[in-house]
Structures are given as C-alpha cells and as structure tokens.
C-alpha cells in the first residue's frame, strides 16, 4: 500500500445532475440507493481516467498492476454506511476485485460514524482529513500513509504490518494472500535470472547487480512497475543486495551502498 495523492479538482461528472439528484434521493431516505444506473455514476469514463492516473494503474492496496483487469471503485467510507459520499471525490479510490470483494462494506473506526451535517452538499469532495481526524478509522487512509512506517517485506514477497491500522488494513484485505506473495516473490526471481543471464553473457556481476537494482528500485520512483512498496522497501533495506550478494556468494561481488 502506498500514499496516493489527491488531485483537488474532482472529475465534471460527479458534479452533473445525475449525481445531484441521486444524491437527493439518498438524502431523503437516508440511505444509498443499488441500481445500475446508481453505480453507474462513480465509474463514469472521466472519473475512471483520473484514478487509473493517479493510482498508476495499480491496486490502492494490494498494488498490483490493473492494466489487464477490469478495476474496481473502491469507496474508502462504504457508501452503504455513508451514503451522502457516494460520490465524493476524495472517498473514491481504484482496486483490484480480490481486494474490493474483501474490503466489502468493512468499516471501523475509534469514534462513532459521522452523520452528514449541513456542510455536506458544498464540502463533499474534500472532507476525508476531517473524518479521519474525528473518527480515525482502522483502516489506513490511502492520502495519509508513510508506506515505509507502516508495512515491510522480505525477499520472498511476505509482508509483515508494522502498526495496529497497517495490521487491520492487512487482515481486512488480505494483503498477505497467496496471489500476492507470489507475484512479489516473482519479481525478486525474475531478477536473480535476469543478472545471471547477463554474468553467463560475460558481464561483470557486480555491474550487473548493481544495475538491476537501479532498474528495480527505479521503478517504484516512477511508479512504473507493480508493487513499488515492496521494491522500495527491499532496496532502502539493502535486504535485496544482501539476498543477492549471497546468491552470488561464488563471485566476488561486495555489497554495494550507493544505491
Ligand atoms: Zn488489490
């Protein structure tokens, strides 16, 4: 899970009139209403244009890459429970269906869900850091985390929560399932069998490593590759040099700190 930042400016179309008048339905029942045409409103094209670019096509939380799935809008503040952010910009994030499916309608927070209040209708796209601040839910807001505070990895792609929200957001989606480990594993062979091609070619193994790391780590900056937590983790650490300064135990390849 990574930090995703927020663009202020929502998407036209949660402003249009649909979305205006479903929300005044809602409103006097006070609850969301399901229907196609409902659901319809939070995954219009401009809407899922601007997440796909702010989430760099990955999974709000398992991260991984979604350009050959169908993605899921995920509403951090289920919209069964907080109807009235339904369409709220800052509520609205991009997943993938397995983590979607777990998250669900959970939803639990220190203090007692907010009700809407009279500032809702005007301040609905930008009220997630008040929220967060009175109610503090137990799951870690995708805008607010330190990634490298609240999660760590070792080599074969386990990850392991390092505080109580980064341990609920963990379980409640399940971040420690087998499709995850596996394909964060993968990444680690892939580059082990990528540096051996390159030694068997002839090339130095310490130039090699060093820049198949480069490669690796550079990306998580970009945001370019799945799983850029991880990748950041493993290189900040130095658990993937020393993994693979040992793989490598026969040449005489030093660890390398410039990375
Ligand atoms: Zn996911």
């Known amino acids: 899970m990574r930090r995703i930042i927020r663009s202020a400016t929502p998407p036209s179309s949660l402003g249009s009139e649909k979305v205006l008048s479903a ?6 029942k006070s609850t969301y209403h399901t229907t196609d045409a409902h659901n319809s409103l939070y995954k ?4 899922m244009v601007e997440l796909r670019k702010q989430h760099s096509g990955m999974c709000v939380y398992c991260e ?4 050959d799935n169908t993605p899921h809008v995920e509403h951090f503040r289920p919209k069964s429970h907080y109807w009235w952010l339904a369409y709220s910009w ?5 997943s993938c269906e397995e983590c979607n499916v777990r ?11 907010t009700s809407p209040d009279a500032r809702w209708r005007e301040d609905r796209h930008n009220l997630s850091s008040q929220l967060n601040e009175s109610e503090v839910p137990s799951l870690l807001h995708p805008c607010e985390i330190e990634t490298e505070l609240e999660f760590s990895f070792t080599c074969d792609g386990i990850a392991k929560a390092l505080s109580e929200r980064a341990s609920y957001t963990y379980s409640t989606v399940q971040l420690g399932r087998e499709q995850c480990v596996y394909r ?8 082990k069998i990528r ?3 390159r030694v068997f070619e002839g090339e130095d193994v310490t130039a090699a490593v060093l820049s198949e790391i480069k490669s690796f780590y550079g990306k998580a900056l970009k945001l370019s590759g799945e799983y850029p937590s ?3 983790h493993l290189v900040r650490s130095k658990k993937l040099s020393s993994f693979l300064s040992e793989a490598f135990s026969d040449e005489p390849w030093p660890v390398d700190s410039s990375v």
């Open 90 to 94: 800052d509520n609205l994030f991009l």
């Open 230 to 232: 991880f990748r950041m």
């Open 23 to 28: 929300l005044e339905l809602f409103s006097n």
């Open 64 to 67: 991984k890459d979604l350009t």
């Open 195 to 197: 540096v051996q091609e």
């Open 103 to 113: 998250k669900g309608d959970k939803f639990e927070a220190s203090s007692k869900q």
């Open 44 to 47: 219009s094209s401009d809407v």
């Open 184 to 191: 964060r594993k993968k990444l680690v062979d892939d580059l």
